[in-house]
């Protein structure tokens, strides 16, 4: 090649060169919505799990993806229009989790798609048409899929401290489907010959009166219904429990590493991994009224063997076996 001829060639890719990068379309950055009742310190580890999920599956924040988080620091009443905001910000998808903020959600939006990490009954709540073909614009995960679940925390409890006689449900009767799981838990009490009480705490400054409650009426046995008062506040339910020499059984994890007697139920961080799998489908063209909800396959049981001594209880060494962890 001549001298004039290369000058042309370099001169022709120089002009070539700006227009090919112009030509390459941007990689699409998608905003997902990220909504909690509780503080972001006592969901951190929720959200953590989500992230991770997503990054395993190409989406990492600050490259193709942002998050809008939302909490209502443990005011139920906030959920409304932080739900809003998220809508007027058009996220293209919201995770979330627990029925008071899906009911929150699925009140803003009809459209935006939205997938539930943690939900209870959802069918019995009206989130969802069915299990298998959910409808609408909500799919998603169940941490349990039906009201007679919560049976099983008490027969449970009972295992572990057979004098329990007596039985208080601490609740709040606010959330879709709470009524069910309350009604399903006083039929199982029944069963088992219990008396059967409750005790209703519908935000953090309820739990003091609520355990004075369960001590002037002579309960000797808990159990704490999966809901965000309660998660939000663990560590203070936890220690009101062990002040009042009340053992009681939780439906997840987080209650019994925060000093709670004992728990039965699914892995919720692992739940919100799994959501990213949904959150992915979505993105990717699939209608989340056609992806069908995904139950929980494993129930954890976690005892804390350090407040059984505290409690002076004797845990049965079967039942120590059959836990998944014992926490010393």
Same mark, same amino acid.
């Given at each position: 090649m001549n001298r004039r001829g290369f000058i042309g060639t370099v001169?022709?890719?120089?002009l070539v060169a700006p227009l090919a990068l112009k030509a390459q379309p941007t990689a699409k950055v998608y905003r997902i919505g990220f909504i909690v009742t509780a503080t972001s310190n006592e969901? @951190?580890?929720? =959200?953590? #799990?989500?992230?991770e999920g997503l990054r395993e599956l190409g989406y990492v924040e600050g490259r193709n993806v942002v998050f809008e988080r939302r909490f209502a620091e443990g005011k139920q009443e906030r959920l409304p229009a932080l739900?809003?905001?998220?809508?007027?910000l058009?996220?293209?998808v919201v995770v979330t989790g627990s029925n008071p903020v899906i009911t929150a959600v699925k009140q803003a939006t009809?459209?935006?798609?939205?997938?539930?990490?943690?939900?209870?009954?959802?069918? @019995?709540?009206? =989130?969802? #048409?069915?299990?298998?073909r959910p409808g609408g614009n909500i799919t998603g995960l169940a941490n349990d899929t039906a009201p007679e679940i919560i049976g099983k925390n008490l027969a449970l409890l009972k295992e572990a401290v057979p004098r329990v006689s007596r039985v208080t449900y601490l609740?709040?009767?606010?959330?879709?489907?709470a009524e069910a799981s309350k009604n399903a838990l006083e039929r199982a009490a029944r069963n088992l010959g219990l008396a059967f009480q409750s005790a209703e705490v519908r935000g953090h400054d309820d739990l003091e009166s609520a355990f004075a409650a369960m001590v002037r009426e002579r309960a000797n046995g808990i159990v704490v219904a999966q809901d965000p008062v309660t998660f939000g506040s663990r560590s203070q339910v936890a220690l009101l429990a062990a002040r009042s020499r009340l053992p009681a059984v939780y439906g997840v994890r987080e209650f019994a590493e925060a000093g709670g007697l004992m728990s039965y139920g699914p892995n919720?961080?692992?739940?919100?991994?799994?959501a990213a799998i949904y959150v992915d489908k979505i993105l990717k063209g699939a209608k989340p009224g056609d992806l069908p909800i995904?139950?929980?396959?494993?129930f954890e049981l976690v005892i804390n063997l350090k407040t059984a001594k505290a409690l002076g209880l004797m845990i049965t060494p079967s039942l120590l076996q059959r836990a998944d962890q014992v926490i010393e």
């Open positions: 001169a022709g890719s120089l969901t @951190g580890h929720l =959200f953590k #799990a989500l992230s739900a809003a905001e998220l809508v007027q058009k996220v293209d009809a459209t935006i798609p939205v997938v539930m990490a943690v939900s209870r009954d959802p069918v @019995g709540a009206k =989130f969802i #048409a069915s299990l298998a609740w709040n009767p606010v959330p879709p489907g919720i961080a692992d739940q919100f991994r799994r995904e139950q929980p396959t494993k």
